[in-house]
């Protein structure tokens, strides 16, 4: 309400300093007809600044504004593989019985084209993962997503994350199998269907975890190319890989 008031406030101020202004101008140099006449043309150019402010120059800040977020954004998520993100991808291909298949259309290279990310994102976007869960996998990763649980509430914390649904998606996935897995003690004597329930967890975060990893490298290729050229001789999809440039 007191913000209401102060808006209505400042638009009657503001009324009444034009009035004045106006007032004092035919007092003073006694020409009405100049007067109106330079208020009509100022009235008739009032729709032109609204297409200008509105359409142009707002549309223009907006984009920007979103380019300097999706930036700060693309921050965080490289953050996340480098804390956390390569050791949960290490650990899955340990469980992943076509992991060949997988790899096999991410071996990344310098000479990546804007296009091959494309073909690869939408190809992983419905690609059907093939896991088998073992007592010492579930053991493995449930002690580090155990580690990481604050480092993904940290970063599900943050409100920037709202512009870039598919990183919220993910770390929601993460926290929702590492809740699943904090709950079971005994690793050795899970039934049948109750794999099949994590199995599904798991397939969910697999999913999510490559579409933003190539979504990522796809971002260092075209703003960071030093870092990208790290990134692929550190790429945890090729077993090959190696940090030493040859």
């Known amino acids: 309400m007191d913000r209401f008031r102060w808006y209505i406030s400042m638009v009657a101020g503001l009324l009444v300093i034009s009035s004045v202004t106006y007032f004092a101008q035919i007092t003073l140099f006694h020409k009405s007809e100049d007067t109106f006449f330079y208020m009509m043309q100022d009235f008739a150019f009032v729709p032109v600044q609204v297409v200008f402010v509105t359409l142009v120059l707002d549309r223009l800040l907006k984009k920007q504004e979103k380019q300097s977020l999706l930036k700060k954004l693309n921050m965080l998520i490289g953050i996340f593989f480098y804390e956390m993100g390569t050791d949960i991808i290490t650990t899955l291909k340990k469980c992943t019985a076509n992991f060949n298949d997988v790899s096999s259309h991410l071996q990344i290279t310098p000479s990546w084209t804007e296009k091959e990310f494309e073909t690869r994102l939408k190809f992983f976007s419905s690609f059907n993962y093939s896991t088998s869960l073992t007592p010492d996998f579930l053991r493995e990763m449930k002690a580090i997503l155990i580690r990481e649980k604050e480092s993904i509430r940290d970063m599900l914390k943050n409100p920037n ?86």
Do not use: C, Q
Request: no cysteine; aromatic share 12%.
């Open 161 to 246: 994350l709202l512009e870039h649904e598919s990183f919220t998606d993910l770390l929601w996935a993460l926290f929702h199998l590492f809740d699943e897995l904090r709950h079971r003690s005994d690793m050795d004597n899970l039934p049948e269907p109750d794999i099949k329930h994590l199995e599904g967890d798991l397939r969910r975060v697999y999913s999510l975890l490559v579409v933003e990893w190539l979504r990522y490298m796809k971002h260092l290729k075209m703003e960071y190319p030093y870092l990208y050229s790290i990134a692929v001789r550190t790429n945890p999809f090729n077993p090959d890989a190696h940090i030493t440039v040859t």
